[in-house]
């Protein structure tokens, strides 16, 4: 898609640890500190600019705001996160008799929770349950700055129950990556409230990394990556180049492992990042690694670097055509939370955690935003609507670690977890998520300046660009209706009449196979380019667009190398992809099949799970469950029956309670003939919650260590 040559960029940062620290990796940096303000690609809106006022993700971010954010602060205090903050305050001063509980890593949990509260006072400035939330958040500061060292260290777990260990084991005591989620929690905070007393804790943490880590320092790399996303956030915040400086060392050292240890694969240490070209390791801390490298190739400085270019492009291409499930999921093994062999996808066993999701969404955002290419939206907008918000339950208060794509009544979603990285994790994704939806360009080449807005994703809402001097107004039922009115206002009360030189660009989705456009009522036939349609690039207010995204239910097959879904469909109708549930059906889901030529429907049901879209059709079942072969040779095949069936969204299902469901349905009876096992007996003396003794007996053979 974008790839070029490799290039000497990557003989530049070969080499010993002493060499990597005495030259920064290609190319080298321009003679003057880059700005922080400028970007190589598209900006995205800022959230303040964006009000999502109806349909679907109006509903998310209530519910978000009204109970996720307060599920997770109660989580928080209940399990202790936030207690340890006093208990290293007291500690600091002192008392030794302070206690810890929990995870090493537990405070990262508490920093995304204020980060995603940070998101909704600022789209919600002003309101009674704001003001409530911004209370709390304001005590929970207070308490974690007293938990600061005089030189910037801030870790309760090593504080308290392991000071001796600090940072000794940088490779696997998560202090960076809880660092990180520190800084990035106090910028959001201090930009939605004016309050810097977190991002203050932050930028004292921050110059403590500084005084330890990188070139002529201590040659190490965090086993977890994050700390370079939020030293870069930090860097565009502040302007205060060793930010950047110290982010790019983080990065550039990954892979050169002379003199230090290492995790290899796992945590992507394995190669230097412009050597790598294929996705390996932990999901999550791969994702967070390039898109790390994504914000260095958004700087003008260091938007040429071949090798960044290079490992982008093929490490995309890896994990999006070989390695994503059709719900955007990603990472299908349990053993290392992330990565195996290509068109490795099973089902039942598969990972595919939330902030795996969430990673990926944010990665391909960038990358959209660093090419004004809409494929990188396609995958976003799947992983969005389906692995992401699978992640959490419709009432905002019960998660999902792992998103399976096929259930036999043992998963559900616990209201947390003892590593909790998800439920803040999503919680602060919907709070943000407004900001996906527009990019825009602008030129000061020109006056007045001429901008370019591309509409990336699609909602009921009202952004404003006061650059351009526009306001865009979105209604639209997507993703039930593939329907978008767009009308067009000006920001500019005393030019309201003015002919605004706005170039106008909306994403056409790649599920799309036939769309229409029109401009105050005319047809137009756009140029598409990289996705997008170009609708014009002079606009006075009250001009209308409306944007009609053909949205039939389709079948999906998957790549034949993919074993777990050979002769199998999937369910997909605009970017929602659908699963069969039991509590929908009559029989056993797990026994139906979908002909090929069974007729299938789409309908809105309002009263169904909180209104969702669904689809009808029939298909076949046996009119018994097919029974586990165990001597026999031969037997009758079983008498078939027709089975009429209804399809919810993935992202809904288990809403109640435990239940059986499956994304895949076989296209032919003969593949629920059932399975071959011998004869057992078992007793057990101890089980996990998601195991259940039905487990032993259903014939699938245990992929991994952590298939139940």
Not at 36 to 61: M, N, V, Y
Not at 71 to 81: H, L, V
Not at 420 to 425: E, I, L, M
Not at 576 to 581: D, Q
Request: negative net charge; hydrophobic residues 35%; aromatic residues 10%.
């Amino acid at each position: 898609m974008h790839t070029l040559a490799l290039s000497l960029a990557l003989l530049l940062t070969a080499g010993s640890p002493a060499a990597l620290a005495q030259q920064p990796a290609a190319p080298q940096a321009a003679t003057q500190p880059p700005s922080p303000a400028q970007h190589t690609g598209l900006t995205s809106i800022p959230l303040r600019s964006i009000e999502l006022s109806g349909g679907f993700w109006k509903t998310r971010q209530d519910t978000n705001a009204a109970r996720t954010v307060w599920a997770n602060i109660e989580q928080c205090e209940k399990t202790g996160r936030i207690a340890n903050f006093d208990e290293a305050a007291k500690y600091i001063k002192g008392d030794k008799s302070a206690q810890n509980r929990g995870l090493l890593f537990n405070d990262s949990d508490v920093y995304k929770v204020l980060e995603g509260a940070a998101y909704i006072l600022a789209s919600r400035p002003g309101d009674e349950d704001s003001k409530k939330l911004r209370a709390t958040c304001d005590d929970i500061i207070r308490r974690i700055a007293a938990a600061q060292h005089d030189d910037g260290y801030i870790n309760t777990y090593h504080t308290v129950k392991a000071p001796e260990k600090r940072w000794k084991v940088v490779e696997h005591n998560h202090e960076l990556y809880c660092g990180g989620h520190l800084i990035e929690a106090g910028v959001a905070y201090a930009q939605a409230t004016g309050d810097k007393t977190l991002l203050n804790v932050g930028i004292r943490f921050a110059n403590h990394v500084d005084s330890l880590f990188g070139p002529s320092k201590r040659h190490a790399v965090p086993g977890h990556q994050e700390i370079e996303l939020a030293l870069i956030k930090l860097w565009r915040f502040t302007g205060e180049t060793r930010y950047l400086n110290l982010a790019r060392y983080f990065i550039d050292a990954r892979g050169h492992t002379q003199g230090r240890p290492t995790t290899g694969e796992y945590s992507q240490d394995h190669l230097p990042v412009r050597e790598q070209d294929h996705i390996v390791g932990h999901a999550v801390r791969g994702m967070y690694m390039f898109m790390a490298v994504a914000d260095l190739l958004d700087i003008p400085a260091y938007a040429n670097d071949e090798g960044y270019i290079q490992a982008t492009d093929d490490v995309w291409h890896d994990l999006t055509h070989r390695k994503t499930y059709v719900t955007g999921g990603i990472g299908p093994s349990a053993h290392n939370e992330g990565f195996t062999t290509p068109y490795d996808l099973p089902n039942d066993t598969a990972y595919a955690e939330t902030c795996a999701g969430i990673g990926s969404v944010l990665w391909n955002e960038r990358l959209g935003r660093l090419y004004a290419d809409a494929a990188y939206f396609d995958a976003a907008e799947r992983a969005l609507y389906n692995g992401v918000l699978s992640g959490v339950s419709l009432s905002g208060d019960r998660f999902f670690y792992v998103n399976p794509l096929l259930a036999r009544g043992n998963h559900d979603r616990p209201d947390w977890y003892e590593c909790a990285c998800c439920p803040p994790n999503i919680l602060r994704t919907v709070a943000n998520v407004g900001t996906l939806f527009y990019s825009t360009r602008t030129s000061g080449q020109t006056s007045p300046a001429t901008s370019a807005i591309y509409t990336n994703l699609y909602n009921t809402s009202i952004a404003r660009f006061d650059d351009a001097g526009m306001i865009i107004h979105q209604k639209t039922d997507y993703p039930w209706s593939g329907e978008v009115q767009m009308s067009i206002s000006s920001s500019r009360p005393d030019a309201s009449s003015a002919s605004m030189p706005v170039e106008l660009l909306a994403r056409v989705p790649s599920w799309c196979r036939s769309a229409t456009f029109t401009i105050n009522g005319k047809t137009i036939k756009p140029e598409i380019s990289k996705g997008y349609a170009r609708l014009g690039s002079r606009w006075k207010a009250g001009d209308t667009i409306t944007l009609n995204f053909d949205m039939p239910v389709e079948r999906i097959q998957a790549n034949p190398m993919v074993q777990a879904d050979l002769g199998r469909v999937a369910l997909q109708r605009g970017p929602v992809v659908y699963c069969l549930e039991s509590p929908d059906n009559a029989g056993d889901v797990l026994s139906v099949s979908l002909p090929p030529d069974a007729p299938l429907s789409a309908e809105f049901r309002p009263d169904l799970l909180s209104g969702v879209g669904i689809i009808k059709g029939e298909g076949l079942s046996l009119n018994q469950q097919p029974k586990v072969w165990r001597s026999e040779l031969y037997r009758p095949v079983p008498t078939v029956q027709r089975a009429p069936f209804t399809a919810i969204p993935y992202f809904a299902w288990n809403n109640r309670g435990r239940t059986s469901m499956t994304v895949w349905l076989p296209e032919s009876l003969g593949m629920l003939g059932g399975t071959s096992v011998g004869q057992h007996t078992y007793t057990s003396s101890f089980r996990f919650r998601d195991e259940i003794p039905d487990n032993v007996a259903d014939g699938a053979a245990p992929a991994n260590s952590g298939d139940y």
